[in-house]
């Protein structure tokens, strides 16, 4: 059923008719970056997350997807996710999480009936739709869609016949159809309410990271639109992209919390604090995340990688990961010999190679020679490694840009067969 809870509404941010949301998402607890954990990272966001909620007196908080960073997360993982739960249930604020597709809807919904007598909604997925996903907010004046990541049988009926561009369009259809019905439940029923809308969802146009695997994000399968969104929403917290960024006046990704992958090294990480009146509106603005790892990158020569590393100077409060890349022109063992010496030389430095690579730039002899040293097969998705394969091919730009058009549709085939 529709939930109305109006219990227990102490302290004055709630009975007001201004109040302060959150929007976060791509939490991804039990992200490990190259085999290297990154719970101490979580920990200190989720100290951050906790204190900054309770000096600005946020009546809710919105995740929208990607909780943890698999379908089975670990004990600690789950111990971490609950812990931060409880922390909030101490200051009165309201918690709408929703699933995205690394998560398991099952492990999301186990405790959702708990949960939701806690003042904290979890929806896992729309097998009860419109009910689980309906957030009524009564005493807000407001009303949450929780929409979950969407599944390939959520989307679409299997017809025999249907061809590839069929298929995507029942997906980009049958998303649209999920913010259309809600939208109009909420009409027929709580119309006086503004409504908010959650998404976990590739958006055409975004910028991506290497950290977000390739779901509805290669090929044609990235091609729900703005426009798709229907009108009705006051705003529309989405998640599944990493790199924060508004794609309307009311629409945003709000980003992963810390950096998940080298890419991001640079990139400032947010939260998204929003402001409504009656229901209405009425402001948003990021706020900065600190930063309390260093993801540092260096690349050259041999010579001049060591020469970085010895310049570097860590500041971060947990020890720095690093990713080194050496570029030789001409294949030559001594190479790899000196490469491994300078790991060695610094294994007790004040901060962690994590990621080394040694490539040369006129050897590839055979599918081996396509990774650089340190780089395991699985660190890569299918398309990086097909690309590397295409990369070391003497043909045309024309044909390249075929065969990467070629893989891209295959691989979104494979995608809507899952």
Not at 4 to 24: F, G, P, Y
Not at 31 to 52: A, G, T, V
Not at 69 to 75: E, I, K, L, V
Request: hydrophobic fraction near 40%; aromatic fraction near 10%; proline fraction near 4%.
């Amino acid at each position: 059923m529709v939930v109305m809870d109006k219990r227990e509404l102490t302290n004055d941010q709630i009975t007001s008719d201004r109040v302060r949301i959150l929007h976060t998402a791509d939490w991804h607890i039990g992200k490990q970056l190259h085999k290297y954990s990154l719970e101490e990272d979580h920990r200190l966001f989720f100290d951050w997350l906790i204190e900054y909620v309770k000096s600005r007196k946020i009546n809710l908080l919105l995740v929208s997807g990607d909780v943890f960073d698999t379908a089975f997360p670990s004990a600690t993982s789950l111990r971490q996710y609950y812990q931060f739960l409880t922390s909030l249930i101490a200051v009165n604020c309201r918690i709408v999480i929703t699933a995205g597709n690394h998560d398991s809807p099952a492990v999301l919904n186990a405790p959702s009936d708990i949960l939701s007598h806690l003042n904290i909604n979890v929806v896992g997925d729309v097998s009860s739709f419109p009910d689980r996903c309906y957030v009524a907010l009564p005493e807000s004046n407001l009303a949450v869609a929780a929409i979950p990541f969407l599944r390939d049988a959520d989307l679409r009926k299997s017809v025999s016949g249907m061809n590839y561009t069929d298929r995507l369009t029942q997906i980009r259809e049958g998303i649209s159809r999920y913010y259309q019905n809600i939208l109009e439940f909420h009409k027929e029923n709580y119309p006086e309410f503004g409504l908010i809308g959650m998404g976990h969802l590739h958006v055409s146009g975004v910028e991506t990271s290497e950290s977000e695997r390739e779901v509805h994000v290669v090929g044609n399968l990235a091609a729900f639109e703005l426009n798709h969104f229907p009108k009705g929403y006051e705003y529309i917290a989405l998640g599944h992209i990493h790199k924060p960024q508004k794609l309307a006046d009311r629409i945003r990704y709000s980003g992963s919390p810390i950096p998940l992958s080298f890419s991001e090294r640079e990139d400032p990480k947010f939260v998204v604090e929003l402001e409504f009146d009656k229901g209405a509106l009425t402001s948003q603005n990021l706020i900065k995340i600190p930063q309390w790892r260093e993801l540092r990158s260096f690349a050259g020569n041999l010579i001049e990688v060591k020469e970085q590393l010895d310049k570097y100077d860590p500041k971060s409060i947990l020890e720095p990961f690093v990713e080194v890349h050496v570029t030789e022109a001409n294949y030559d063992p001594q190479i790899h010999l000196q490469f491994e010496q300078m790991l060695q030389e610094y294994e007790n430095a004040r901060f962690r190679i994590i990621k080394p690579r040694l490539t040369f730039e006129n050897r590839l002899k055979d599918a081996a020679d396509l990774f650089a040293t340190g780089v395991e097969i699985e660190d890569l998705s299918p398309r990086q490694v097909f690309l590397r394969r295409l990369e070391s091919e003497e043909m045309e730009t024309e044909q390249r840009e075929l065969l990467r058009t070629a893989f891209d549709e295959l691989l979104g085939e494979i995608s809507i067969g899952e």
